[in-house]
């Protein structure tokens, strides 16, 4: 590699030093005269100066970068709190035999004696509860009635699952102004108990400490959670079967005859509860007269399934009498798919 020095004219260079370096003209003045009182040096002067200047500008630009990278502390480093342990408070209930804890700094309030029907219920809220009804986090009532007259209307979801080391049913619903209401029913002896909160909460995490404290005493800890068994119906006369959950416990069978004028009767089974005894019908016929009725107009049952001698039909009632009802017509397309042919 070759470097090939040039000769500048020194008017150029003086210029050029000048205004690259930002030298004041009292300076410049200086260093002009001192060059031409050396001018057999020029170039080594000129060099010196030059790459001095260069070693000066570079330190200079290196300490502006470095005072404005600088920032103050308080702009450069983030402090991470760790979120505040809560306080609680416990409340427990000798006759009902539960306990749970809630924030200290909360309200509790509890309702006198109320009837028979519903022996107890709390209020927690985050405010002093004036009307429980609109400033309530979390309610818990204790009743005397079955899990399924709880289902409420406008149910989203529902599922089986252990809470407090119980069996328990979370549902998800739509409540009375569209807002969103989760519902833990727990049976216990002859009550079942409701607590109800709003998933949505800004105070959700108090509410998950509630809800996570929550015990049944005189329980053993260690006792293995049953799980609710299905229940299975028989038809020995047609042969088949029809798997129920346990909410259909207390369903009741109706045997019917079903008119079809000019394409004869056939025998059928109605399947309900003593409110209403006919949600969903299995319906058996002839060969023969299921593929008329295939061929006619209007309203007839969806196929099911068929053995050698029989076909199966079933249909669903239209409307409800109750919330209960709904919530059990809800779980019917889940029992059909349990249809088995036993002949």
């Not at 009292?26 to 005269?33: F, L, N, T």
């Amino acid at each position: 590699m070759c470097i090939y020095l040039r000769r500048f004219p020194l008017v150029y260079l003086y210029s050029l030093i000048k205004s690259r370096l930002h030298i004041s003209d009292e300076i410049y003045s200086v260093i002009q005269k001192h060059m031409e009182q050396t001018k057999s040096s020029t170039v080594p002067v000129v060099l010196s100066i030059i790459i001095t200047a260069v070693v000066v500008g570079g330190l200079v630009y290196w300490w502006q970068t470095n005072q404005e990278s600088k920032l103050p502390t308080d702009q450069n480093v983030t402090e991470q709190t760790k979120p505040a342990k809560v306080t609680t408070k416990t409340y427990s209930s000798s006759e009902f035999n539960y306990s749970f804890q809630y924030p200290e700094d909360w309200f509790l309030t509890k309702s006198p004696k109320l009837d028979k029907a519903q022996p107890e219920a709390v209020w927690i809220s985050k405010k002093e509860i004036t009307n429980a009804e609109q400033n309530t986090e979390l309610m818990i009532t204790i009743n005397r009635s079955s899990l399924e007259d709880n289902i409420r209307k406008n149910l989203i979801s529902r599922e089986n699952i252990t809470f407090a080391g119980q069996s328990a049913t979370k549902i998800n619903f739509t409540g009375d102004f569209g807002s969103p209401v989760v519902s833990i029913l727990i049976p216990q002896n002859d009550y079942t108990f409701l607590i109800s909160y709003d998933p949505a909460d800004q105070n959700y995490t108090n509410i998950e400490t509630i809800l996570n404290s929550f015990s049944f005493q005189n329980q053993n800890t260690n006792q293995q959670v049953t799980q609710p068994q299905d229940i299975v119906y028989t038809n020995s006369t047609y042969g088949f079967t029809l798997t129920f959950p346990q909410t259909w416990k207390d369903y009741t069978t109706k045997s019917r005859t079903i008119d079809w004028g000019t394409l004869g009767t056939n025998d059928s089974i109605d399947f309900g509860f003593s409110v209403q005894d006919s949600l969903f019908n299995i319906s058996v016929h002839s060969k023969s007269q299921w593929q008329k009725l295939e061929s006619e107009e209007g309203p007839t049952p969806t196929y099911l399934g068929e053995n050698s001698k029989y076909v199966f039909g079933y249909a669903i009632a239209q409307d409800a009498v109750n919330n209960t009802m709904v919530a059990r017509m809800a779980e019917i397309q889940e029992i059909i798919k349990t249809f088995g042919l036993t002949k």
